[in-house]
Protein backbone atom coordinates (compact mmCIF):
# COMPACT_ATOMS: atom_id res chain seq x y z
CA UNK A 1 0.00 0.00 0.00
CA UNK A 2 1.48 3.41 -0.78
CA UNK A 3 -0.87 5.80 1.12
CA UNK A 4 -2.14 8.36 -1.75
CA UNK A 5 0.80 8.46 -3.11
CA UNK A 6 1.37 8.55 -6.63
CA UNK A 7 4.57 7.85 -8.06
CA UNK A 8 7.99 5.84 -7.27
CA UNK A 9 9.58 9.33 -7.19
CA UNK A 10 7.22 10.77 -4.29
CA UNK A 11 7.17 7.43 -2.63
CA UNK A 12 11.12 7.46 -2.27
CA UNK A 13 11.12 11.20 -0.96
CA UNK A 14 8.42 10.26 1.48
CA UNK A 15 9.82 7.40 2.84
CA UNK A 16 12.60 9.30 3.33
CA UNK A 17 10.95 11.48 5.86
CA UNK A 18 9.26 9.37 8.59
CA UNK A 19 9.90 10.45 11.82
CA UNK A 20 8.70 8.51 14.87
CA UNK A 21 8.01 11.11 18.57
CA UNK A 22 7.83 9.30 21.41
CA UNK A 23 5.36 11.10 24.25
CA UNK A 24 5.70 10.28 27.56
CA UNK A 25 6.96 6.74 26.74
CA UNK A 26 4.26 5.43 26.50
CA UNK A 27 2.27 6.36 23.00
CA UNK A 28 4.35 6.46 19.82
CA UNK A 29 3.71 8.74 16.84
CA UNK A 30 4.60 8.06 13.72
CA UNK A 31 3.96 11.19 10.97
CA UNK A 32 4.61 10.49 7.26
CA UNK A 33 4.84 13.53 5.10
CA UNK A 34 5.57 14.57 1.55
CA UNK A 35 7.75 16.01 -0.08
CA UNK A 36 6.93 19.31 -0.15
CA UNK A 37 6.78 18.73 4.09
CA UNK A 38 3.22 18.42 4.02
CA UNK A 39 1.52 15.81 6.60
CA UNK A 40 0.29 12.76 4.77
CA UNK A 41 -0.59 10.27 7.77
CA UNK A 42 -0.18 10.40 11.33
CA UNK A 43 -0.56 7.19 13.38
CA UNK A 44 -1.01 7.48 17.39
CA UNK A 45 -0.59 3.99 18.91
CA UNK A 46 -1.35 3.82 22.89
CA UNK A 47 -0.01 0.70 24.90
CA UNK A 48 -2.52 -1.69 26.80
CA UNK A 49 -2.82 -1.44 30.17
CA UNK A 50 -0.76 -4.41 31.17
CA UNK A 51 2.03 -3.40 28.78
CA UNK A 52 2.37 -0.50 30.35
CA UNK A 53 2.56 -1.24 33.63
CA UNK A 54 5.18 -3.65 32.69
CA UNK A 55 7.21 -1.04 31.18
CA UNK A 56 7.11 0.57 34.50
CA UNK A 57 8.14 -2.13 36.87
CA UNK A 58 11.34 -2.66 38.33
CA UNK A 59 12.51 -6.24 36.97
CA UNK A 60 13.73 -8.51 39.90
CA UNK A 61 17.14 -8.10 41.16
CA UNK A 62 18.82 -11.73 40.71
CA UNK A 63 20.79 -13.28 43.47
CA UNK A 64 24.16 -13.82 42.93
CA UNK A 65 25.38 -17.11 42.08
CA UNK A 66 27.40 -18.45 45.03
CA UNK A 67 30.74 -18.91 44.87
CA UNK A 68 32.57 -22.30 44.15
CA UNK A 69 35.12 -23.23 47.25
CA UNK A 70 38.49 -22.87 46.48
CA UNK A 71 39.32 -26.78 46.29
CA UNK A 72 37.13 -26.59 43.47
CA UNK A 73 39.33 -23.40 41.50
CA UNK A 74 42.15 -23.89 42.53
CA UNK A 75 44.63 -27.04 43.26
CA UNK A 76 46.47 -26.01 45.77
CA UNK A 77 44.30 -24.61 47.64
CA UNK A 78 43.86 -26.78 51.39
CA UNK A 79 47.88 -26.23 51.03
CA UNK A 80 47.33 -22.53 52.75
CA UNK A 81 45.66 -23.90 55.30
CA UNK A 82 47.17 -22.14 57.99
CA UNK A 83 45.34 -23.36 61.24
CA UNK A 84 44.92 -26.78 59.83
CA UNK A 85 47.57 -29.53 61.98
CA UNK A 86 50.28 -30.87 59.32
CA UNK A 87 51.38 -34.26 59.83
CA UNK A 88 55.31 -33.22 59.83
CA UNK A 89 54.41 -29.84 60.90
CA UNK A 90 54.31 -28.07 58.14
CA UNK A 91 52.08 -28.59 54.90
CA UNK A 92 54.27 -30.32 52.20
CA UNK A 93 55.80 -28.09 48.92
CA UNK A 94 54.19 -29.54 45.66
CA UNK A 95 55.82 -27.17 43.34
CA UNK A 96 57.48 -29.62 41.35
CA UNK A 97 55.09 -32.19 41.22
CA UNK A 98 53.07 -29.17 39.86
CA UNK A 99 55.52 -28.38 37.16
CA UNK A 100 56.03 -32.06 35.91
CA UNK A 101 52.10 -31.81 35.54
CA UNK A 102 52.14 -28.61 33.66
CA UNK A 103 54.36 -30.02 31.33
CA UNK A 104 53.80 -33.35 30.94
CA UNK A 105 49.69 -33.31 31.15
CA UNK A 106 48.09 -34.48 28.38
CA UNK A 107 44.96 -33.29 28.67
CA UNK A 108 44.25 -28.93 28.85
CA UNK A 109 41.02 -28.25 30.38
CA UNK A 110 39.17 -25.18 29.68
CA UNK A 111 39.16 -23.36 32.84
CA UNK A 112 36.04 -23.22 35.22
CA UNK A 113 34.90 -27.22 33.21
CA UNK A 114 33.68 -29.95 34.82
CA UNK A 115 37.09 -31.66 33.94
CA UNK A 116 39.19 -28.79 35.77
CA UNK A 117 36.98 -28.70 38.93
CA UNK A 118 37.25 -32.32 39.51
CA UNK A 119 40.80 -32.48 38.72
CA UNK A 120 41.40 -29.80 41.27
CA UNK A 121 38.74 -31.57 43.54
CA UNK A 122 40.88 -34.68 43.72
CA UNK A 123 44.20 -33.11 44.15
CA UNK A 124 43.22 -31.51 46.95
CA UNK A 125 42.05 -34.26 48.95
CA UNK A 126 45.47 -36.27 48.26
CA UNK A 127 47.01 -33.57 49.67
CA UNK A 128 44.93 -33.84 52.99
CA UNK A 129 44.88 -37.67 52.57
CA UNK A 130 48.53 -37.55 53.03
CA UNK A 131 49.44 -35.34 55.23
CA UNK A 132 46.81 -34.08 57.12
CA UNK A 133 46.11 -36.45 60.26
CA UNK A 134 42.93 -34.94 61.95
CA UNK A 135 39.88 -35.52 59.86
CA UNK A 136 38.57 -32.96 61.41
CA UNK A 137 40.57 -30.37 59.13
CA UNK A 138 39.94 -32.35 55.89
CA UNK A 139 37.55 -29.50 53.54
CA UNK A 140 37.17 -31.78 50.68
CA UNK A 141 35.25 -34.64 52.08
CA UNK A 142 31.65 -34.85 53.74
CA UNK A 143 33.14 -36.17 56.96
CA UNK A 144 30.22 -38.36 58.35
CA UNK A 145 29.47 -39.97 54.96
CA UNK A 146 33.34 -40.58 53.36
CA UNK A 147 33.93 -43.87 52.31
CA UNK A 148 36.85 -45.06 50.50
CA UNK A 149 36.73 -48.61 48.40
CA UNK A 150 39.19 -50.01 45.32
CA UNK A 151 38.31 -52.37 43.24
CA UNK A 152 35.05 -53.56 44.45
CA UNK A 153 36.56 -54.52 47.94
CA UNK A 154 35.14 -52.76 51.05
CA UNK A 155 34.32 -49.15 51.85
CA UNK A 156 36.42 -47.98 54.44
CA UNK A 157 36.33 -44.69 56.22
CA UNK A 158 39.06 -41.88 56.58
CA UNK A 159 40.49 -43.22 59.75
CA UNK A 160 41.49 -46.52 57.97
CA UNK A 161 43.33 -44.37 55.39
CA UNK A 162 45.16 -42.39 57.95
CA UNK A 163 46.12 -45.50 59.56
CA UNK A 164 47.95 -47.51 56.97
CA UNK A 165 48.37 -44.30 54.61
CA UNK A 166 47.10 -44.01 50.77
CA UNK A 167 50.18 -46.45 49.22
CA UNK A 168 48.45 -49.15 51.40
CA UNK A 169 44.67 -48.27 51.16
CA UNK A 170 45.40 -48.86 47.10
CA UNK A 171 47.59 -51.45 47.10
CA UNK A 172 46.59 -55.41 47.40
CA UNK A 173 49.25 -57.71 48.58
CA UNK A 174 51.32 -58.94 45.50
CA UNK A 175 55.31 -60.56 44.62
CA UNK A 176 56.51 -57.14 44.97
CA UNK A 177 54.97 -55.52 47.75
CA UNK A 178 52.14 -55.89 50.61
CA UNK A 179 50.50 -53.27 52.96
CA UNK A 180 50.89 -56.46 55.58
CA UNK A 181 54.81 -55.44 55.63
CA UNK A 182 54.46 -51.80 55.46
CA UNK A 183 53.55 -49.06 57.48
CA UNK A 184 52.72 -45.60 56.62
CA UNK A 185 56.07 -44.14 57.04
CA UNK A 186 57.76 -47.19 54.89
CA UNK A 187 55.29 -46.68 52.19
CA UNK A 188 55.59 -43.03 51.38
CA UNK A 189 59.60 -43.85 51.70
CA UNK A 190 58.88 -46.86 48.69
CA UNK A 191 57.17 -44.80 46.27
CA UNK A 192 58.33 -40.93 46.83
CA UNK A 193 61.80 -42.08 46.78
CA UNK A 194 61.09 -43.90 43.59
CA UNK A 195 59.55 -41.43 41.57
CA UNK A 196 60.26 -37.98 43.61
CA UNK A 197 57.38 -36.69 41.39
CA UNK A 198 53.92 -38.23 40.64
CA UNK A 199 51.62 -36.18 38.87
CA UNK A 200 47.98 -36.71 38.70
CA UNK A 201 45.05 -35.47 35.88
CA UNK A 202 41.65 -35.84 34.85
CA UNK A 203 41.33 -37.48 31.30
CA UNK A 204 37.67 -37.50 30.79
CA UNK A 205 34.29 -36.96 32.87
CA UNK A 206 31.64 -39.22 32.04
CA UNK A 207 28.97 -37.67 34.54
CA UNK A 208 28.90 -34.97 36.81
CA UNK A 209 27.32 -34.34 40.20
CA UNK A 210 25.64 -35.44 42.59
CA UNK A 211 27.75 -38.85 41.01
CA UNK A 212 31.15 -38.16 39.29
CA UNK A 213 32.53 -40.51 36.46
CA UNK A 214 36.06 -40.00 35.99
CA UNK A 215 38.93 -41.61 33.75
CA UNK A 216 42.47 -40.83 35.27
CA UNK A 217 46.44 -41.23 34.43
CA UNK A 218 48.99 -40.84 37.67
CA UNK A 219 52.47 -40.89 36.23
CA UNK A 220 56.66 -39.86 37.39
CA UNK A 221 59.46 -40.95 36.58
CA UNK A 222 61.80 -43.75 38.18
CA UNK A 223 64.96 -42.16 39.47
CA UNK A 224 65.89 -43.81 42.13
CA UNK A 225 65.44 -47.74 42.79
CA UNK A 226 62.57 -49.40 44.17
CA UNK A 227 62.97 -51.12 47.34
CA UNK A 228 59.51 -52.47 49.09
CA UNK A 229 58.44 -55.47 51.20
CA UNK A 230 56.24 -58.04 49.39
CA UNK A 231 53.81 -60.35 50.66
CA UNK A 232 56.20 -63.13 51.70
CA UNK A 233 57.83 -60.20 53.72
CA UNK A 234 60.73 -60.51 51.64
CA UNK A 235 62.30 -57.21 50.61
CA UNK A 236 62.40 -56.31 46.81
CA UNK A 237 64.65 -54.36 45.19
CA UNK A 238 64.01 -52.97 41.43
CA UNK A 239 66.79 -50.90 39.67
CA UNK A 240 65.89 -47.93 38.13
CA UNK A 241 65.57 -47.19 34.83
CA UNK A 242 64.77 -43.73 34.48
CA UNK A 243 62.23 -44.12 32.51
CA UNK A 244 58.11 -43.25 32.75
CA UNK A 245 55.41 -45.35 35.19
CA UNK A 246 52.11 -44.31 33.83
CA UNK A 247 49.06 -46.00 35.07
CA UNK A 248 45.05 -44.95 34.59
CA UNK A 249 42.30 -45.91 36.26
CA UNK A 250 38.20 -45.24 36.58
CA UNK A 251 36.30 -43.28 39.39
CA UNK A 252 32.99 -43.12 40.40
CA UNK A 253 32.20 -41.08 43.46
CA UNK A 254 29.07 -39.31 44.64
CA UNK A 255 29.35 -35.62 46.47
CA UNK A 256 27.23 -33.44 48.51
CA UNK A 257 25.89 -29.58 47.82
CA UNK A 258 28.98 -28.62 48.44
CA UNK A 259 30.62 -30.88 46.22
CA UNK A 260 32.91 -32.71 49.00
CA UNK A 261 33.48 -36.36 48.44
CA UNK A 262 31.41 -38.56 50.39
CA UNK A 263 31.35 -42.86 48.36
CA UNK A 264 34.77 -43.31 46.37
CA UNK A 265 35.40 -45.98 44.24
CA UNK A 266 37.91 -46.43 42.35
CA UNK A 267 39.22 -49.20 39.67
CA UNK A 268 42.50 -49.55 38.52
CA UNK A 269 45.07 -52.32 38.09
CA UNK A 270 48.06 -51.84 40.78
CA UNK A 271 50.05 -54.58 38.85
CA UNK A 272 50.01 -52.02 35.76
CA UNK A 273 52.66 -50.03 37.89
CA UNK A 274 54.86 -52.72 39.28
CA UNK A 275 55.41 -54.38 35.48
CA UNK A 276 56.93 -50.76 34.79
CA UNK A 277 59.05 -50.98 37.73
CA UNK A 278 60.77 -53.88 36.67
CA UNK A 279 59.34 -54.36 32.79
CA UNK A 280 61.39 -57.48 32.66
CA UNK A 281 60.93 -59.03 35.88
CA UNK A 282 64.07 -58.40 37.40
CA UNK A 283 64.26 -58.59 40.90
CA UNK A 284 66.17 -59.10 43.98
CA UNK A 285 64.90 -60.79 46.79
CA UNK A 286 66.08 -61.10 50.30
CA UNK A 287 64.54 -61.73 54.03
CA UNK A 288 64.12 -58.86 55.99
CA UNK A 289 66.23 -58.39 58.72
CA UNK A 290 64.23 -58.98 61.98
CA UNK A 291 63.45 -56.65 64.77
CA UNK A 292 63.73 -53.70 61.92
CA UNK A 293 61.06 -51.54 61.31
CA UNK A 294 60.20 -51.23 57.75
CA UNK A 295 60.56 -47.54 57.85
CA UNK A 296 63.88 -48.71 58.83
CA UNK A 297 65.14 -51.29 56.78
CA UNK A 298 64.17 -48.59 53.99
CA UNK A 299 66.18 -45.99 54.82
CA UNK A 300 69.37 -48.85 55.35
CA UNK A 301 68.40 -49.79 51.56
CA UNK A 302 67.91 -46.66 50.13
CA UNK A 303 71.09 -44.52 51.83
CA UNK A 304 72.07 -41.93 50.07
CA UNK A 305 68.42 -41.31 48.18
CA UNK A 306 67.66 -37.40 48.27
CA UNK A 307 64.07 -37.54 49.36
CA UNK A 308 61.50 -34.71 50.33
CA UNK A 309 62.58 -34.00 54.52
CA UNK A 310 58.74 -35.10 55.13
CA UNK A 311 59.46 -38.29 54.82
CA UNK A 312 62.13 -38.21 57.21
CA UNK A 313 59.86 -38.27 60.15
CA UNK A 314 57.87 -41.41 61.64
CA UNK A 315 53.85 -41.60 61.10
CA UNK A 316 51.90 -39.31 62.68
CA UNK A 317 54.92 -37.42 63.81
CA UNK A 318 53.87 -33.34 64.07
CA UNK A 319 56.25 -31.45 66.23
CA UNK A 320 55.91 -28.47 68.34
CA UNK A 321 57.46 -25.19 67.84
CA UNK A 322 59.88 -26.15 70.84
CA UNK A 323 60.23 -29.32 69.40
CA UNK A 324 60.77 -28.09 65.99
CA UNK A 325 63.91 -25.79 67.68
CA UNK A 326 65.24 -28.57 70.14
CA UNK A 327 66.12 -30.78 66.82
CA UNK A 328 67.16 -28.04 65.22
CA UNK A 329 69.84 -27.45 67.68
CA UNK A 330 70.96 -30.96 68.18
CA UNK A 331 71.56 -31.11 64.27
CA UNK A 332 73.56 -28.16 64.05
CA UNK A 333 75.29 -29.23 67.12
CA UNK A 334 76.11 -32.71 65.84
CA UNK A 335 77.33 -31.12 62.58
CA UNK A 336 79.82 -28.02 64.53
CA UNK A 337 81.47 -31.01 65.95
CA UNK A 338 82.46 -32.49 62.27
CA UNK A 339 79.80 -35.44 62.58
CA UNK A 340 77.59 -36.94 60.33
CA UNK A 341 74.05 -36.61 61.97
CA UNK A 342 73.36 -40.34 62.73
CA UNK A 343 69.93 -41.82 62.28
CA UNK A 344 67.19 -39.26 64.19
CA UNK A 345 64.75 -40.79 66.68
CA UNK A 346 61.04 -40.42 66.63
CA UNK A 347 60.09 -37.17 66.62
CA UNK A 348 63.42 -35.64 64.63
CA UNK A 349 64.10 -34.53 61.37
CA UNK A 350 66.72 -35.35 59.18
CA UNK A 351 67.79 -32.85 57.35
CA UNK A 352 70.93 -34.15 56.08
CA UNK A 353 71.54 -35.34 52.71
CA UNK A 354 73.98 -37.63 50.34
CA UNK A 355 73.77 -34.88 47.30
CA UNK A 356 73.55 -31.77 49.00
CA UNK A 357 71.19 -29.01 50.48
CA UNK A 358 73.08 -30.11 53.97
CA UNK A 359 71.94 -27.57 56.92
CA UNK A 360 68.72 -26.52 55.04
CA UNK A 361 65.80 -25.92 56.95
CA UNK A 362 63.11 -28.44 56.51
CA UNK A 363 60.45 -26.29 56.84
CA UNK A 364 61.46 -23.32 55.16
CA UNK A 365 60.75 -23.24 51.55
CA UNK A 366 62.76 -25.27 48.78
CA UNK A 367 61.52 -28.84 50.18
CA UNK A 368 60.63 -31.09 47.57
CA UNK A 369 58.02 -33.96 46.94
Known amino acids: MRLGIQNESEYSATYTR ?12 LCIFSPSLDPILVFTTYPSHN ?3 ADVQQRPVEEAAPALPDYLTNPNAVLGDKEAKWRYGRAPDYTKTRKVYAETKQKTHEAGSLPQLVENLVKNWEVEA ?15 NYSFAINGGEAEGAEAMLKVGT ?12 PEYSDF ?10 MPTFAWEVLEVYSGPPTVSFRWRHWGIMKNDYVGFNN ?3 KVTAKAHGGSIDIQGVTVATVNDKVQLREVRTWFDPMDMFRQIAPHGVVSKENKLAHVSPADALDEAQAGVKVPEEQELPDATVQSKE ?10 KKRAEGQRAEDVPDGHVDVSGAQGDVGACPFMAGATR
Open 18 to 29: LTVNLTHGLTSN
Open 51 to 53: MAA
Open 130 to 144: SFKPDISDWRTIDTA
Open 167 to 178: YNAIIAPNEYYS
Open 185 to 194: ASSHKTFKRM
Open 232 to 234: KGE
Open 323 to 332: EFERTIAEID
